[in-house]
């Protein structure tokens, strides 16, 4: 009798540690398909415009200011860290709004020559890049309201080539 009790004590404390742990996988699974999901939305756009339509500043949008999807998306059913605030971003290497290859990010693999000239500057690469490094990241608040906030973060790097 003792055997069984302390058997099915176990269980039950498994059994609790699974059903609370299933949230968080249901919630990063959201946010890893919302965040490739991103990437494939980017692959639509003229290779030429990704940095343009997809970066912080509205002024340089292909179709003029505002009309660009912009670096913020929403992630149905994942909460936001604080109201008003984007839960998916994707960042590119960039300086005041501007494509650098001299900025430092190791995740990005950055420096890097972008435009392929063989070396590495200070300028702006916006208008000449071959090489786009982008970082889409997922960040939430857990359904439960409970913890810190849980983020998911993908690199990749688009080529014109």
Known sequence: MAILAISLSQFGTTLGASLRLDPVGREKAIAAEAARSQLEEMRNHPFSQVFALYNDTPLDDPGGAGTAPGSCFSVQDLAPTSAGACIGRITFPALDS???????????????????????????????????????????????????????????????L
Do not use: C, K
Request: proline residues 5%.
């Open 98 to 160: 501007q494509l650098r290859e001299d900025l430092v990010d190791e995740n990005l693999s950055t420096p890097r020559d972008l435009n392929g000239d063989g070396a590495v500057d200070e300028a702006n690469h916006a208008a000449d890049f071959i090489l786009l490094p982008i970082r889409v990241t997922v960040e939430w608040m857990p359904t439960a309201g409970q913890g810190a906030t849980r983020n998911f973060t993908l690199y990749t790097m688009f080529s014109a």
